[in-house]
């Protein structure tokens, strides 16, 4: 009875951190603007805007831009509407009471409870696709509004209309804000289904993580101007079944060693990894398109194809997260013949399948972010520079530079998401496959993420035999 109570106590304590963290924000949008990241992509919207509308050959490169953020609401909007039709399904499945006690950690197992929780994923997504339904509203009015000619108005009638378009391009993005962090909420709700501790440990690691995106700390002065029975099967199960207490945490101890030995490689040498390398180049890319107006449309382009294969990753984690989900609740009482060697039990299939469908619900979640970032970008990155001081172009693309790195990173996180859903898929047939796939994934990555050829060409070499751009890379690559 005391683990029920664990619902009423934690529950409320996760839903009233993640509100009091966005009130907070809200005000330090209001208050701070400079020193948030949705501010100051609100004021380089608006020049944007300006640039776009005094300019009238740069249309196509205006409309193209505007289709990047529609197909990044797009995506949102039909991922919450076919999540909202899966939530549907499960909560008029029928399963009983007996069959949904497995999935659940700790916490309260009750048939109400259930229907609270359930409802409460559903009405997340729902308010999720309406938000994304409002951004694609605006940003298709915008689309029309931004190519008005404003040579045949009066001067007056030209900065009203401005105001009015650039109004509407940053109401498109704040509904697609607020509707990501529908999603936002929708996770926590979703852990809650494995008991409250889950829940309320995800909100505050959501909270850490938001913190880190929506504030700015660099350019923000610059822009402004057990079972409940108790019981111990581990007597029972065998000398076999203690192999996933062994082989699994090494296999997972060796991925994380792994990519914290690239994470400082990253750091201290990054023109020896790809993604250092990369990064480095990503910023020398944005410097160029922005100092030559006439590559607008070539930077949007190359821009939406980094947007197409985030869209492509966060579309397959959620439809496998909606195939694993459908495995947990198909009350499947065959499922030991499915395990090769190790541990046969219900509880040890529902860690398992948690584990895979964390890993796929993350991984969305970092594509979505990867999406954030470059629909951003995909308007930033054709501010004008020349109408700028000197001083504040240099930080305009530093800022921009970052933008799109960190869109990268996110997507380069997601895919790492997807390394790491493979031994866990495997681990369901035993703790050899999952263990002998870690190996073989380490092996395979070091030669993906190190690069042996390229590492010395980037940038030149001063007397104290130190890669300038290698300090570069050091501080562009920290996310």
């Not at 030559?292 to 939406?304: E, M, P």
């Not at 499915?338 to 219900?346: I, M, P, T, V």
């Not at 890669?467 to 562009?476: H, P, R, Y």
């Amino acid at each position: 009875m005391e683990k029920q109570y664990l619902d009423c106590v934690l529950v409320p304590m996760g839903i009233l951190l993640m509100v009091a963290y966005h009130l907070w924000l809200l005000y330090r949008i209001l208050k701070h603007p400079t020193k948030t990241v949705i501010s100051i992509n609100a004021i380089n919207r608006r020049f944007w805007v300006q640039a776009m509308m005094e300019d009238g050959s740069k249309g196509v490169l205006a409309v193209q831009s505007l289709r990047n953020n529609i197909m990044a609401s797009t995506l949102l909007a039909s991922t919450a509407i076919m999540l909202s039709s899966l939530i549907a399904i499960l909560m008029s499945g029928g399963s009983s009471a007996s069959d949904r006690s497995s999935w659940f950690v700790f916490g309260d197992k009750s048939d109400l409870v259930y229907s609270i929780k359930f409802f409460s994923i559903l009405f997340c997504f729902l308010v999720a696709f309406f938000l994304n339904l409002q951004s694609i509203r605006y940003y298709s009015h915008a689309s029309i509004l931004i190519n008005v000619p404003l040579n045949k108005m009066s001067h007056r009638n030209q900065h009203l209309t401005l105001e009015y378009v650039a109004n509407t391009v940053n109401r498109g993005s704040y509904f697609w804000s607020l509707g990501l962090r529908a999603f936002y909420f929708s996770f926590p709700l979703f852990l809650w289904i494995f008991g409250p501790l889950p829940m309320f440990f995800s909100c505050m690691a959501l909270v850490f993580m938001l913190y880190f995106l929506d504030v700015t700390f660099q350019f923000g002065w610059a822009i402004g101007a057990v079972d409940d029975k108790g019981h111990n099967e581990d007597e029972e199960l065998g000398v076999k079944q203690y192999l996933d207490w062994i082989l699994v945490p090494m296999g997972i101890l060796l991925m994380v060693t792994y990519h914290l030995w690239l994470l400082y490689r990253i750091l201290k040498h990054p023109t020896k990894t790809v993604i250092g390398v990369n990064a480095i180049n990503r910023r020398f890319w944005v410097q160029a398109m922005m100092e030559d107006g006439s590559k607008g449309v070539l930077a949007v382009q190359s821009l939406r194809n980094n947007i197409m294969a985030s869209t492509l990753l966060a579309s397959t984690a959620i439809m496998l997260s909606s195939l694993i989900a459908i495995l947990m609740t198909s009350g499947s009482s065959d499922r030991s013949s499915w395990f090769l060697f190790g541990d046969r039990s219900e509880f040890a299939f529902s860690i398992k399948f948690f584990a895979i469908l964390v890993c796929f619900m993350v991984a969305f979640l970092l594509n979505l972010q990867s999406i954030r970032y470059y629909s951003h970008a995909s308007i930033l990155i054709n501010v004008p520079l020349k109408k700028m001081a000197h001083r504040h172009q240099h930080l305009t693309a530093e800022y921009v530079a970052n933008t799109v790195n960190r869109g990268s990173y996110f997507w380069s996180l997601g895919l790492r998401s997807f390394y790491f859903s493979f031994p866990l898929f495997l681990w369901i047939f035993g703790p050899l496959p999952m263990f002998f796939s870690c190996i073989a994934l380490v092996f395979l990555l070091y030669f993906l993420d190190i690069t042996f050829k390229f590492g010395w060409a980037v940038g030149a070499v001063d007397d104290n035999g130190h890669n300038g751009d290698e300090e570069l890379g050091a501080s562009s690559t920290r996310p």
